[in-house]
């Protein structure tokens, strides 16, 4: 391998021929450059899904209920009917295997808010304490809702930062200022960040309790929403989720008269099958991706291959004094495939330094909705080194055996 004539042999041969070898550097290190920039795009857009289910969490089950479309036991279809806090309780008792945390929630609609001379509506929504957790929402200030404020129903509130700077904006500390709510005073008692920005930061959560008394709601929940406890691999969790989905709609169906076949009556959201659905689409595109930076280095490879077998034409004559000197085929194939792996490894490696500057100094710069910071990781660039050498070795074997069957008589007679 550090045999300095043969490197030399190497190196003459690439002079004798620059413009060839050139070219055929340039088809190999194309096809590494366009699968690592390929590659690349398809960890921006991992990262960029990846953001989008940062909103909320990751394992979270939102459950609602809409009429009902099928007759059942008499019942014509259209008929409207509500959960309640007794679905609840009995969905959480029956399911305690499943869940992390749950918050039931009262949608209350719009909420004219007022602090002094400014006033504002924004969303107003009847939650417990675990509703932080699968909003994923950050406390800015102060605290969220807790057991206690829902035990003795009092009047508080956890305003948006997008609210606090509407209606506070020369206040620096709000927690235990009083707010009126449709002129019914509640007190800060906390202020909530969320990574969506202004948008979801324009709501407000009360005690699930103190809505329903407050705002003539008893009993009347529009939302059920959980997170589940953590399995040890993703298609576990989204096994788990399916079964207490089927729990949750079992016992809905049962209370409520609800028919089997009736699909639309039951919402569902599931962000682990949503979050399925998009790694298996983006599993299917990486996929493609390689598919298509495999293919360019297999046009590269097929044009070294025919330039080492151009070459072993040339050097048919001295291929043959080789042999006839006592050279082992062995020792022809070695020296062929150098070349190969020489001429396949330096134009590769060249291609992959590119694209990763390209990937180092682009890629924190792009930010779309669906693809952020595209870059690879080392365990790919360790990959594609291995197809680089493979590919040498590749191009390089049919020469090399070709080379490795002439026999010294016939070469010596090559004019």
């Known amino acids: 391998m550090f045999d300095i004539e043969r490197w030399q042999e190497i190196f003459d ?28 795009v398809g960890q921006g857009m991992q990262n960029g899904i990846s953001k989008e289910f940062e909103n909320d969490a990751s394992n979270s089950v939102w459950v609602w209920v809409r009429p009902t479309t099928v007759k059942h036991r008499g019942m014509n279809p259209g008929r409207t009917f509500f959960m309640s806090n007794e679905d609840a309780s009995a969905i959480q008792q029956k399911n305690q295997e499943y869940i992390d945390k749950q918050s039931p929630v009262v949608r209350l609609g719009t909420g004219f808010i007022t602090y002094g001379k400014e006033s504002g509506s924004y969303r107003l929504n009847g939650v417990h304490p675990g509703y932080q957790f699968i909003e994923n929402e950050g406390l800015v200030a102060g605290r969220f809702i807790n057991q206690s404020d829902l035990a003795e129903n009092k009047k508080v509130v956890v305003i948006g930062n997008r609210v606090k700077k509407d209606l506070f904006r020369n206040v620096a500390n709000v927690v235990g200022s009083y707010v009126k709510i449709n002129d019914i005073s509640f007190k800060v008692v906390g202020v909530f960040s969320e ?70 009556a039951i919402g569902v959201q599931n962000s682990l099958q949503s979050a399925k659905r998009f790694y298996e689409l983006l599993d299917m595109i990486k996929a493609f991706f390689w598919w298509v930076g495999v293919c360019t280095i297999i046009a590269g490879v097929v044009g070294v291959s025919n330039i080492m ?38 134009a590769g490696f060249l291609g992959l330094i590119l694209g990763l500057v390209l990937l180092e100094y682009v890629g924190p710069m ?21 197809i680089l050498i493979g590919s040498g070795a590749i191009a390089g074997v049919f020469p090399a055996w070709r080379a490795a069957k002439i026999k010294p008589i016939v070469a010596l007679r090559d004019e």
């Open 309 to 346: 077998l151009i070459i072993v034409k040339e050097r048919t004559k001295e291929i043959g004094v080789r042999k006839a000197l006592g050279a082992q085929p062995m020792s022809i194939i070695g020296m062929i495939l150098h070349e190969a792996i020489f001429v396949t490894a330096a």
């Open 366 to 386: 792009v930010e779309t909705e669906y693809i952020t910071n595209p870059s690879v990781n080392f365990s790919v660039a360790l990959t594609t080194v291995f």
């Open 195 to 264: 990574k969506a920005g202004d948008r979801e930061e324009q709501k407000v959560f009360i005690p699930l309790e103190t809505s329903q008394k407050v705002f003539n709601r008893i009993q009347k929940l529009d939302l059920l929403t959980y997170t589940l406890k953590p399995e040890k691999n993703f298609d576990k969790a989204v096994e788990k989720s399916n079964e207490f989905i089927a729990s949750v709609q079992t016992h809905l169906r049962s209370k409520h008269l609800i028919a089997p076949s009736d699909e639309l």
């Open 13 to 40: 041969a690439i002079r004798k021929n620059k413009l060839r070898t050139f070219l055929t550097g340039v088809s190999v290190g194309s096809g590494i450059f366009i699968l690592v920039v390929l590659l690349g």
